[in-house]
């Protein structure tokens, strides 16, 4: 899923400076899982700002609303109601960067702000901790890596193994994260696929990443 | 086309090689480091120039590499994948070729995080062992990586980098195995301040056959003070110094430890010489480079063979 994590209180409070009446817009899809924008969440910014403003001797109204997920343009269109009928002059969305923009996009004329830094593709580790898993670079390969994404986990990408920067089984850029070629090699060692991992990975075709410019996939079997 | 470069005619004669390396300056002054790497004219074989060692932003390797070769000594051109894609890389060693540079040392690099611009982007297009296959294939078929044909016949001599200091050395020896299937024509490694670890990592490779397939030039190290070695052990990836070695540093007066650090480098040196496998040092002397030519002197390596 998306992992996304909220803004600092202050970072929000300085976008909203000049705003009197919002609208905050939650997300039920992988936001609501990582606790970052669900219901929940959404109540629990809406009161911290209606407080902060109050204390400030601005007070801000604010109407919440949590959508079932930000990234379908036919749940978007269920904020049409409201934005008609209120005058919001601006709408925070807590969802991954994906909702903001989408709702810009709908609603030319009104000021969208990110309640969310969106933070990576991952999942959950244990409770409250989620980890980093994949880069999408768009052209999966872990199947030469024993399972495990190095283009992700690996601080430098590496495809041929660990830079020699990899001490005790730890990582150059950190000390408490695991050389991800550590795990790769132990998997394949298990796998007895050691043989494989002497073969050369040649240089990555990166035009199905991001370098190649933002992508779209078009599947002819379900466009209407 | 293969390069005749000092260096590579040197390790081709079974000679053993003497190399040191120079970090470009933070700015634009060299004339402290040309002044200095005049002194070391006969007495190296070849010297490094590193790339932005550290992840910390200095003068271009390729530029004082050309100004080594100018004042009549050969360098070898550090390139790190950190920083350039493979546009930048190829353009790079290509100009670096048309002004008369031929050894390469291919390496990834160490990470932005550590170095004094943790906000940049990292770039890691290609590791070090796709980078050493790619400058092989312009050397040896005239092709850029998108099989395009180039103008001209560089030459290079081409190497690689390995840390015998390292936990699981089944993994590392077969990422060194295939740096040289790669192409690598020399592997450099990390200083050996331990002589144990670092024949452990040997009698693998040689083990391997790979000392035979390609020379091993062991990196030395000449440690300036404790102070330094601090610094080191802290902010280096991949150098490791041994208790034994600081405490040893640590136990003689303050301005006594580059003597004693000189000491230990000259021992580790004449060690080396004896170990099968070994075809040369690379003598860093970091802050220190103005005590190269003494301790090549006293170490033995002197003169150097001629190879004209």
């Given at each position: 899923m998306i992992i996304a994590e909220r803004k600092p209180i202050q970072e929000i409070l300085e976008m909203v400076r000049n705003h009197q009446r919002i609208l905050m817009v939650g997300c039920k899809g992988c936001v609501t899982v990582c606790n970052a924008g669900g219901k929940k969440e959404v109540a629990i910014l809406a009161s911290a700002l209606r407080i902060a403003r109050r204390k400030q001797g601005k007070p801000i109204t604010i109407d919440e609303l949590t959508l079932d997920r930000q990234c379908e343009p036919e749940f978007i269109a269920w904020l049409d109601d409201p934005i008609k009928k209120n005058d919001y002059d601006a709408i925070i969305s807590l969802a991954c960067s994906i909702g903001p923009q989408y709702i810009a996009e709908a609603f030319d004329t009104m000021v969208v702000l990110p309640g969310l830094n969106t933070s990576f593709m991952g999942g959950t580790l244990e409770h409250g901790i989620w980890g980093e898993y994949c880069a999408a670079c768009g052209s999966c390969e872990i199947h030469n890596f024993g399972g495990l994404c190095p283009i992700t986990r690996c601080a430098k990408g590496l495809l041929n193994g660990p830079c020699g920067g990899s001490v005790d089984g730890k990582c150059e850029v950190n000390k408490d994260l695991d050389c991800i070629w550590e795990l790769i090699y132990k998997r394949m060692k298990k796998l007895g696929q050691l043989d494989r991992l002497g073969q050369k990975i040649a240089a990555k075709d990166w035009s199905t990443s991001l370098s190649g410019g933002p992508r779209k996939i078009i599947r002819e079997d379900l466009t209407i | 086309m293969k390069a005749e470069t000092n260096l590579q005619k040197i390790l081709a004669r079974g000679e053993f090689a003497v190399t040191c390396e120079y970090d470009p300056p933070r700015g634009v002054d060299v004339d402290s480091i040309l002044k200095n790497a005049a002194q070391l004219k006969g007495k190296v074989d070849a010297v490094n120039v590193n790339d932005n060692p550290t992840a910390k932003?200095?003068?271009?390797?390729?530029?004082?590499?050309?100004?080594?070769?100018?004042?009549?000594?050969?360098?070898?051109?550090?390139?790190?994948?950190?920083?350039?894609?493979?546009?930048?890389l190829q353009s790079d060693l290509l100009g670096a070729s048309a002004l008369g540079i031929q050894n390469v040392l291919c390496l990834t690099g160490d990470h932005p995080a550590r170095g004094d611009h943790p906000q940049a982007k990292k770039v890691f297009d290609l590791d070090s062992i796709q980078w050493i296959a790619a400058v092989r294939e312009i050397r040896d078929n005239g092709c850029l990586m998108n099989a395009k044909k180039i103008s001209g016949s560089p030459r290079f001599f081409v190497g690689g980098v390995a840390n015998p200091f390292v936990q699981s050395l089944e993994l590392h020896i077969i990422r060194l195995e295939k740096k040289i299937a790669a192409g690598a024509e020399f592997i450099q490694t990390q200083p050996v301040l331990e002589m144990?670890?670092?024949?452990?990592?040997?009698?693998?490779?040689?083990?391997?056959?790979?000392?035979?397939?390609?020379?091993?030039?062991?990196?030395?190290?000449?440690?300036?003070?404790?102070?330094?070695?601090?610094?080191?052990?802290?902010?280096?990836?991949?150098?490791?110094?041994?208790?034994?070695?600081?405490?040893?540093?640590?136990?003689?007066?303050?301005?006594?430890?580059?003597?004693?650090?000189?000491?230990?480098?000259?021992?580790?040196i004449e060690e080396i010489k004896q170990t099968k496998g070994v075809t040369g040092v690379h003598i860093?002397?970091?802050?220190?480079?103005?005590?190269?030519?003494?301790?090549?002197?006293?170490?033995?390596?002197?003169?150097?063979?001629?190879?004209?």
């Amino acid at each position: 899923m998306i992992i996304a994590e909220r803004k600092p209180i202050q970072e929000i409070l300085e976008m909203v400076r000049n705003h009197q009446r919002i609208l905050m817009v939650g997300c039920k899809g992988c936001v609501t899982v990582c606790n970052a924008g669900g219901k929940k969440e959404v109540a629990i910014l809406a009161s911290a700002l209606r407080i902060a403003r109050r204390k400030q001797g601005k007070p801000i109204t604010i109407d919440e609303l949590t959508l079932d997920r930000q990234c379908e343009p036919e749940f978007i269109a269920w904020l049409d109601d409201p934005i008609k009928k209120n005058d919001y002059d601006a709408i925070i969305s807590l969802a991954c960067s994906i909702g903001p923009q989408y709702i810009a996009e709908a609603f030319d004329t009104m000021v969208v702000l990110p309640g969310l830094n969106t933070s990576f593709m991952g999942g959950t580790l244990e409770h409250g901790i989620w980890g980093e898993y994949c880069a999408a670079c768009g052209s999966c390969e872990i199947h030469n890596f024993g399972g495990l994404c190095p283009i992700t986990r690996c601080a430098k990408g590496l495809l041929n193994g660990p830079c020699g920067g990899s001490v005790d089984g730890k990582c150059e850029v950190n000390k408490d994260l695991d050389c991800i070629w550590e795990l790769i090699y132990k998997r394949m060692k298990k796998l007895g696929q050691l043989d494989r991992l002497g073969q050369k990975i040649a240089a990555k075709d990166w035009s199905t990443s991001l370098s190649g410019g933002p992508r779209k996939i078009i599947r002819e079997d379900l466009t209407i | 086309m293969k390069a005749e470069t000092n260096l590579q005619k040197i390790l081709a004669r079974g000679e053993f090689a003497v190399t040191c390396e120079y970090d470009p300056p933070r700015g634009v002054d060299v004339d402290s480091i040309l002044k200095n790497a005049a002194q070391l004219k006969g007495k190296v074989d070849a010297v490094n120039v590193n790339d932005n060692p550290t992840a910390k932003v200095r003068m271009s390797s390729w530029a004082l590499s050309k100004m080594l070769l100018d004042v009549g000594l050969e360098p070898v051109f550090q390139m790190t994948t950190r920083d350039r894609n493979r546009i930048a890389l190829q353009s790079d060693l290509l100009g670096a070729s048309a002004l008369g540079i031929q050894n390469v040392l291919c390496l990834t690099g160490d990470h932005p995080a550590r170095g004094d611009h943790p906000q940049a982007k990292k770039v890691f297009d290609l590791d070090s062992i796709q980078w050493i296959a790619a400058v092989r294939e312009i050397r040896d078929n005239g092709c850029l990586m998108n099989a395009k044909k180039i103008s001209g016949s560089p030459r290079f001599f081409v190497g690689g980098v390995a840390n015998p200091f390292v936990q699981s050395l089944e993994l590392h020896i077969i990422r060194l195995e295939k740096k040289i299937a790669a192409g690598a024509e020399f592997i450099q490694t990390q200083p050996v301040l331990e002589m144990e670890p670092f024949k452990k990592w040997l009698n693998q490779a040689k083990d391997q056959g790979l000392t035979d397939r390609c020379p091993v030039i062991a990196g030395v190290i000449a440690l300036k003070s404790v102070k330094m070695a601090q610094y080191l052990r802290n902010t280096v990836p991949g150098i490791m110094i041994p208790d034994t070695v600081m405490d040893r540093l640590g136990a003689v007066a303050e301005n006594q430890q580059q003597e004693e650090g000189m000491k230990i480098c000259i021992e580790n040196i004449e060690e080396i010489k004896q170990t099968k496998g070994v075809t040369g040092v690379h003598i860093i002397a970091i802050g220190c480079e103005e005590k190269l030519p003494e301790i090549i002197e006293r170490a033995g390596l002197l003169p150097r063979p001629d190879i004209s």
